[in-house]
């Protein structure tokens, strides 16, 4: 039942993601087709998220399908207490593909296992957003022109961000050194860092946001280091402002260096850095677009011509 | 080692089903997990009794009761160590040491409180990663849990 659906990234073999990145880079040569003529799409948006929402249907509109959904669930019958269950089988009935956030971790995976339906996952709380990944791995692609022989360097809040640690399980397919930045209570989960060490995968674990480390980097990902995620507010406050980039740090770093950051940002990439040709990030969103064709394409089996 | 007063113990039934080698501190969890309060055969319940293996042990005998697999699959996760001993004739016809599933089925709760399965009217469900240490990763949220930390439904 759930073959068809984009439950989570670790679901994707490497061939697979291979084939998504080939299918995101034709769209974006020809995002405006019909191949999606007389499709239904839904997108139920059990919790709010605009960016997703609207990244996803813009890739349905410009490929000429149609979508029904909600953006609100207190508009549903959600609302007066109906199961997951119910509504996708109900929404099943109607959709060729069901795009779903949900604040529930697992709901994706339920979903895909209630209806015949394919399921893309959209975000399930902390749990797995594999379009951000995938519009990850495409923006890594598209700047380095492989997936191979990098160096990726993950900032900032390494241990309740759920993109990095997707990303890494991602990347660990490929020949990719990492460099793990962040302070003591933000640090890389334990768990991780044993698949790492399982795996083979190479990795350097810095306390400081330093020249060294930035110019070493082919890839610098950025994340929001936020206040409420540390239980010691004095700690927060002597932390909060260590892994800032600001454009003076880039002046020796790799002329290839792309700066990636999951949006929004707040004050972790001074505005700065939005000039330099290294920064990245507001591409890296545009390139969602074409990372979720492709993704519409697998679930529905649609070939493309490349 | 105690192993004539075991056999003598077993002996003493003529048909039915000992589990022995339960840990102490899960026994009455195995005795409600399988079903016994609602028996009306006669029940045997030793706990704290002396283990060379578990250093403190707990074994049940129930007379002219055979359990099915997955009734007994069910005390695989409070206790692995547990052996089965089926009786008939006062003869011990099977030894078996009980094994955890592959996947425990709606036996557990997620203690992920965001998981879907806290949430849904719906069966929970566990993928075992580690027999040993008995760790389990819920097949939906895949949070983990092992031991002592594992909830019953």
Same mark, same amino acid.
């Given at each position: &039942?759930?073959?068809?659906? +984009?439950?989570?990234?670790?679901? +994707?073999?490497?061939?697979?993601?291979?084939?998504?990145?080939?299918?995101?880079?034709?769209?974006?040569?020809?995002?405006?087709?019909?191949?999606?003529?007389?499709?239904?799409?839904?997108?139920?948006?059990?919790?709010?998220?605009?960016?997703?929402?609207?990244?996803?249907?813009?890739? @349905?509109?410009?490929?000429?399908?149609?979508?029904?959904?909600? =953006?609100?669930?207190?508009?549903?019958?959600?609302?007066?207490?109906?199961?997951?269950?119910?509504?996708?089988?109900?929404?099943?009935?109607?959709?060729?593909?069901?795009?779903?956030?949900?604040?529930?971790?697992?709901?994706?995976?339920?979903?895909?296992?209630?209806?015949?339906?394919?399921?893309?996952?959209?975000?399930?709380?902390?749990?797995?957003?594999? =379009?951000?990944?995938?519009?990850?791995?495409?923006?890594?692609?598209?700047?380095?022109?492989?997936?191979?022989?990098?160096?990726?360097?993950? @900032?900032?809040?390494?241990?309740?961000?759920?993109?990095?640690?997707?990303?890494?399980?991602?990347?660990?397919?490929?020949?990719?050194?990492?460099?793990?930045?962040?302070?003591?209570?933000?640090?890389?989960?334990?768990?991780?860092?044993?698949?790492?060490?399982?795996?083979?995968?190479?990795?350097?674990?810095?306390? *400081?946001?330093?020249?060294?480390?930035?110019?070493?980097?082919?890839?610098?990902?950025?994340?929001?280091?936020?206040?409420?995620?540390?239980?010691?507010?004095?700690?927060?406050?002597? @932390?909060?402002?260590?892994?800032?980039?600001? %454009?003076?740090?880039?002046?020796? =770093?790799?002329? %290839?260096?792309?700066?990636?950051?999951?949006?929004?940002? @707040?004050?972790?990439?001074?505005?700065?850095?939005?000039?330099?040709?290294?920064?990245?990030?507001?591409?890296?969103?545009?390139?969602?677009?074409?990372?979720?064709?492709?993704?519409? /394409?697998?679930?529905?089996?649609?070939?493309?011509?490349? | 080692?105690?192993?004539?007063?075991?056999?003598?113990?077993?002996?003493?039934?003529?048909?039915?089903?000992?589990?022995?080698?339960?840990?102490?501190?899960?026994?009455?969890?195995?005795?409600?997990?399988?079903?016994?309060?609602?028996?009306?055969?006669?029940?045997?319940?030793?706990?704290?009794?002396?283990?060379?293996?578990?250093?403190?042990?707990?074994? +049940?005998?129930?007379?002219?009761?055979?359990?099915?697999?997955?009734?007994?699959?069910?005390?695989?996760?409070?206790?692995?160590?547990?052996?089965?001993?089926?009786?008939?004739?006062?003869?011990?016809?099977?030894?078996?040491?009980? *094994?955890?599933?592959?996947?425990?089925?709606?036996?557990?709760?997620?203690?992920?409180?965001?998981? +879907?399965?806290?949430?849904?009217? &719906?069966?929970?469900?566990? *993928?075992?990663?580690?027999?040993?240490?008995?760790?389990?990763? /819920?097949?939906?949220?895949?949070?983990?849990?092992?031991?002592? &930390?594992?909830?019953?439904?």
């Amino acid at each position: &039942m759930e073959k068809n659906s +984009i439950v989570s990234i670790n679901d +994707i073999s490497k061939e697979e993601i291979l084939e998504l990145l080939k299918t995101a880079a034709y769209f974006e040569e020809h995002p405006n087709q019909k191949i999606l003529d007389g499709k239904v799409i839904a997108t139920l948006f059990f919790e709010p998220s605009t960016r997703t929402r609207l990244s996803f249907e813009t890739a @349905v509109n410009r490929l000429g399908g149609r979508i029904i959904g909600f =953006s609100d669930p207190a508009a549903t019958s959600t609302s007066k207490g109906e199961t997951l269950k119910d509504t996708i089988i109900m929404v099943g009935n109607y959709a060729d593909v069901i795009i779903m956030r949900h604040y529930l971790e697992g709901a994706a995976k339920y979903a895909s296992e209630v209806t015949d339906t394919p399921i893309i996952n959209a975000g399930d709380g902390a749990h797995q957003h594999p =379009s951000q990944t995938m519009l990850d791995l495409y923006s890594i692609y598209k700047t380095q022109g492989s997936l191979d022989n990098l160096t990726v360097t993950m @900032v900032g809040d390494l241990k309740y961000g759920r993109t990095v640690h997707s990303l890494l399980m991602a990347l660990s397919h490929f020949n990719v050194k990492f460099q793990f930045v962040a302070c003591d209570e933000l640090r890389m989960p334990e768990e991780f860092r044993t698949f790492c060490d399982r795996n083979g995968i190479q990795y350097t674990e810095h306390r *400081e946001f330093s020249a060294e480390v930035i110019n070493s980097s082919d890839i610098l990902y950025m994340t929001r280091v936020q206040r409420e995620r540390f239980t010691d507010l004095m700690e927060y406050e002597r @932390v909060k402002d260590l892994y800032n980039l600001h %454009n003076a740090m880039l002046a020796d =770093s790799k002329p %290839n260096l792309r700066i990636l950051h999951p949006l929004p940002r @707040v004050n972790e990439i001074d505005q700065d850095v939005d000039d330099n040709p290294k920064a990245y990030y507001f591409q890296q969103a545009k390139n969602g677009l074409y990372a979720r064709q492709a993704m519409i /394409c697998k679930v529905l089996g649609i070939k493309v011509n490349q | 080692m105690s192993t004539d007063k075991k056999e003598l113990a077993v002996a003493a039934l003529r048909n039915g089903t000992v589990i022995d080698h339960i840990p102490s501190k899960a026994l009455f969890k195995a005795v409600d997990l399988l079903g016994i309060s609602r028996l009306d055969k006669s029940v045997t319940i030793g706990c704290n009794l002396q283990s060379s293996r578990l250093g403190s042990k707990g074994i +049940i005998k129930v007379a002219d009761t055979f359990f099915a697999q997955e009734v007994i699959n069910r005390i695989a996760i409070i206790a692995p160590s547990a052996v089965i001993n089926t009786i008939k004739d006062f003869e011990v016809v099977s030894k078996e040491q009980v *094994e955890l599933p592959s996947e425990v089925v709606d036996l557990v709760v997620c203690n992920n409180p965001k998981c +879907i399965t806290r949430n849904e009217p &719906m069966r929970s469900r566990f *993928e075992v990663i580690d027999r040993e240490n008995v760790t389990l990763k /819920c097949c939906y949220c895949e949070h983990e849990v092992n031991g002592d &930390m594992i909830n019953l439904k």
